[in-house]
């Protein structure tokens, strides 16, 4: 069976909530314990640079994304575990990339379209408060899934532009430099992934400020269930559970079993305050041992650390024979293998005629055509204006252009050339006499 390899990005900026957990780290754990998956997970930490100028909270957050994963089932053995930072060529293969980039596809990226729309609405200058960060963000995460060649990357709907853009960037790269240096990677977008709802009813996000914490404890937890907005229906009456966000985060942790026997209490008219204890315990029942691995590993950040380093030590070396390969490409070579051309055998020339402008004691323009050796060959008549006397230069020119060097340098001309007394000329070239070889 064919290896596929899948890269997925995680972002540290802040703890993961159930959110997260639903949407992103269970599938995404469950894909890489499949044999033909190479799976390659890293924090996105240059990623959290960008808007985010607290470097505390960079820090604590690198260290709770990390024991978050795993805790919750991550094996750094069978998967590659890395963090961003610790792959420098990662940020060579970003200016690599960016030299092959046109400005109007980063124009017409959505985070950079989104901060101008903010600007034009607030009259202010389309770029103000943007950073190159957030210009470039596409480029950058180009070459996080181009540095390993992977085939897919699982995203939502909003992230799939940022894959075309990475396989425009490969294809571009390759087009130029004549090679298949990059595959072109998919987007894998699974529909059926669980988005949930927050307490307030929208989806969970932190922006609305109405996630779940995913390691606050089982006290925390379930205040937070019970917090869930529900309608004013009483106990007894029956209830719609696909208008239900309660019902709907209940879903996402339980089997088709209980979710059929869910469906039938709402018919029946559970009240909301059972619903949300059922729902709080089938909750913790998951959560509860993966908190307690988290605890244990937020505790020993070492550990984490030694991880982290181990995963980006296993892939240097790829990364690095791929940057290699890449240097040579572009020209960024040793110097040591420069090889010049070599030089042909160089040909003695005869030198040809040369034209010569001057004036005349009466005031008129002229030239004199002379062979190699300093003989005149050729006098003008003279003319009352230097543009005409350019004219006559430019005919005598084209017709010496037009013989062979050998002719050239034999010529021999008897060639009158000639000036209306007003300064016009009508046949500057009057007579010619085609050369005399020896």
């Known amino acids: 069976m064919t290896t596929l390899r899948v890269l997925t990005g995680i972002k540290p900026t802040g703890t993961p909530h159930l959110g997260n957990y639903v949407g992103a780290i269970r599938p995404a754990i469950q894909a890489s314990r499949e044999a033909h998956i190479e799976s390659y997970f890293f924090l996105a930490d240059y990623h959290a640079l960008v808007g985010s100028p607290d470097p505390q909270r960079v820090h604590r957050s690198t260290l709770d994304v990390a024991a978050s994963w795993l805790a919750l089932g991550l094996n750094p053995e069978r998967v590659h575990f890395y963090r961003q930072s610790d792959i420098p060529e990662v940020t060579e293969l970003t200016w690599l990339l960016s030299c092959v980039t046109a400005k109007g596809q980063l124009n017409r990226a959505h985070a950079y379209k989104a901060a101008v729309d903010v600007n ?33 990357v699982p995203v939502g709907r909003d992230q799939i532009q940022h894959i075309e853009i990475a396989r425009d960037l490969a294809q571009r790269f390759n087009h130029i430099y004549g090679s298949e240096f990059f595959t072109l990677p998919q987007a894998a977008v699974d529909e059926n992934t669980a988005v949930l709802p927050g307490v307030d009813g929208r989806k969970m996000s932190k922006s609305y400020d109405n996630v ?57 008219g559970i009240g909301w305050g059972e619903a949300k204890k059922v729902v709080f315990e089938r909750i913790d029942a998951e959560i509860a041992p993966s908190r ?10 070492k550990d984490i650390e030694d991880t982290l380093l181990a995963g ?28 010049p051309p070599i030089a042909a055998p160089k040909s003695k020339k005869s030198k040809g005629p040369r034209i010569l402008q001057f004036k005349d004691d009466d005031g008129r323009f002229n030239f ?3 062979s190699a050796q300093g003989q005149v060959l050729l006098t003008g008549l003279g003319y009352l204006s230097p543009a005409h006397c350019a004219q006559a230069i430019e005919q ?15 010529l021999s001309l008897l060639v009158e050339i000639s000036a209306e007394a007003a300064g016009g000329i009508e046949s500057p070239l009057r007579e010619w006499a085609q050369p005399a070889l020896a």
């Open 368 to 370: 004199r055509l002379t």
């Open 212 to 268: 779940i914490a995913l390691w606050e404890g089982s006290a925390a937890l379930k205040r937070a269930i019970f917090a869930i907005v529900t309608n004013s229906q009483l106990p007894g009456e029956p209830k719609d559970p696909d208008s239900s966000s309660l019902f709907q985060l209940y879903q996402a942790f339980a089997t088709h079993a209980q979710i059929a026997e869910m469906r039938q209490a709402y018919s029946d």
């Open 120 to 152: 034009v609405a607030a009259n202010l200058d389309h770029d103000h408060a943007i950073g190159v960060g957030l210009y470039l963000y596409p480029v950058l995460m180009a070459a996080d899934i181009l540095m390993f060649n992977a085939h897919q």
């Open 312 to 339: 980006a030590a296993r892939l240097r070396p790829q990364a690095q024979a791929l940057l290699a390969r890449l240097r040579e490409a572009v020209g960024l070579r040793s110097l040591a293998s420069f090889a």
């Open 292 to 301: 307690d691995r988290y605890q244990s590993l937020i505790a020993r950040p």
């Open 396 to 410: 005598l020119r084209q017709l010496v252009g037009s013989a062979t060097p050998l002719k050239i340098a034999e």
